[in-house]
């Protein structure tokens, strides 16, 4: 890791417009991700049904990320931007139309769809206009707006009860809304992506790390983006202990990324990775004694350490990734390894319910605390065989055969 360090306001002016719309576009979606299932509990809807609306969800999202990058090359950022956000607002006001599993899993796969695509989209944008020495920082101000405008729409749910169209109408315009800031920009987009097709054994050849590290990743935060609502809800405890566990999850999630992200510029990331496991590991532990006689108090903290240590493991993965350079460039890349994170988030919601069924709803902090165990004695395993290469030296990006190498440059890539 380079120990020089470039402020983010050098690059900040052509992303704000982006950060904008995803403040906004998240405070619909993060409102829908907790709504689902907690009208979903109030439908009677099963765990198990319960588990398969939130795969869907990963499953739609898994085809986003690997078209995203060919719809980007024919449309375009600003326009793929807004036909995918358009798509998504419609199908979220079907939850209130139709009630039945079967509708909302494929309301969801929908919605996950142009998630998978308006991600890649808005994290390519910031990517390519990061650098190597500020990446770090830069994906930390990214998730902070990602998860401030989540934080936000958990508190739309203390203005309409749960069972009303109300709350899905708020969702979709929020939705609608990100469009006027990407609409009104004069920021000029990243290059179109160079390929559409992804190159994950390219990947996990430049970066094992980089593969393991999202598809874990995708297990743990499925489970809990799409399940924890339920559980908080079984409690007994009520809509307002639900909302305001959320809330506080989510400001735990905003608080992390842009200090941590700072710190890991400064240092080899993946030993910043294991250790956030190693916290993750211990908050999630907790959680497993305390679903067991629920105390408000205790919630709470819990949910403020999870938010703080567990969110912020991807976009420090992810700037391990885009520290090396990668044929295709940053939307490629943000389209790889999206892809790989849905392809663990598809089965973790489904397998946490599973053992939350047999085992109790504490089963989904143990399975998380499990993940978050095996990622870190993994990343420690990478330390001790392989010291990462310099970004000063000479990479070989992916999708170039072995033996041939091309000077580093600042573009973003894989790791």
């Not at 996950?112 to 101000?141: H, P, Q």
Request: include cysteine.
């Amino acid at each position: 890791m380079s120990t020089a360090f470039d402020p983010v306001p050098a690059s900040l002016a052509s992303v704000a417009p982006v950060l904008v719309a995803v403040f906004i576009l998240v405070v619909g979606n993060g409102l829908a991700t907790t709504l689902v299932p907690l009208r979903g509990v109030m439908e009677n809807f099963s765990p198990a049904e319960i588990g398969a609306i939130g795969s869907a969800y990963f499953v739609g999202m898994l085809g986003g990320t690997w078209l995203a990058p060919g719809i980007v090359r024919r449309a375009g950022h600003i326009r793929a931007f807004a036909a995918l956000a358009a798509i998504a607002a419609s199908a979220v006001l079907g939850f209130a139309i139709i009630v039945e599993p079967a509708m909302w899993m494929a309301l969801r796969c929908i919605i996950g769809f142009c998630f998978g695509g308006l991600y890649a989209i808005v994290e390519g944008w910031v990517n390519a206009k990061a650098t190597d020495r500020n990446r770090g920082s830069m994906l930390g101000l990214y998730n902070v707006m990602n998860f401030g405008g989540s934080a936000t729409g958990q508190q739309f749910l203390n203005i309409a009860p749960a069972q009303s169209f109300t709350l899905f109408s708020v969702s979709a315009m929020s939705i609608v809304l990100a469009l006027v800031p990407m609409a009104l920009t004069r920021a000029e987009p990243p290059p179109l992506p160079v390929k559409a097709r992804l190159d994950i054994l390219g990947l996990a050849r430049r970066s094992p790390i980089a593969v393991m590290g999202v598809i874990c990743v995708g297990l743990a935060n499925g489970s809990l983006w799409s399940l924890v609502p339920a559980v908080i809800e079984r409690t007994g405890l009520g809509t307002t202990v639900l909302a305001t566990f959320m809330t506080i999850l989510i400001l735990g999630s905003a608080a992390s990324p842009v200090p941590l992200g700072r710190l890991s510029d400064r240092m080899d990331r993946r030993w910043m990775i294991a250790v956030i496991c190693a916290c993750a590991v211990a908050v999630e532990i907790g959680l497993v004694f305390v679903s067991l006689n629920p105390s408000v108090w205790m919630l709470y903290g819990l949910a403020l350490g999870m938010g703080f240590f567990v969110p912020v493991i991807y976009p420090l993965i992810a700037a391990h990734a885009n520290d090396r350079n990668i044929e295709g460039g940053a939307m490629h890349m943000s389209s790889t390894l999206l892809f790989l994170y849905c392809l663990g988030a598809i089965v973790g919601p489904t397998l946490a319910s599973f053992l939350m069924a047999r085992f109790g709803d504490g089963a989904l902090f143990m399975h998380n605390a499990v993940v978050h165990f095996v990622l870190g004695l993994y990343v420690l395993w990478r330390i001790s065989r392989k010291a990462p290469p310099r970004l000063d030296a000479e990479v070989q990006p992916l999708g170039q055969p072995l033996g041939e190498v091309e000077p580093q440059t600042t573009a973003l890539a894989s790791s």
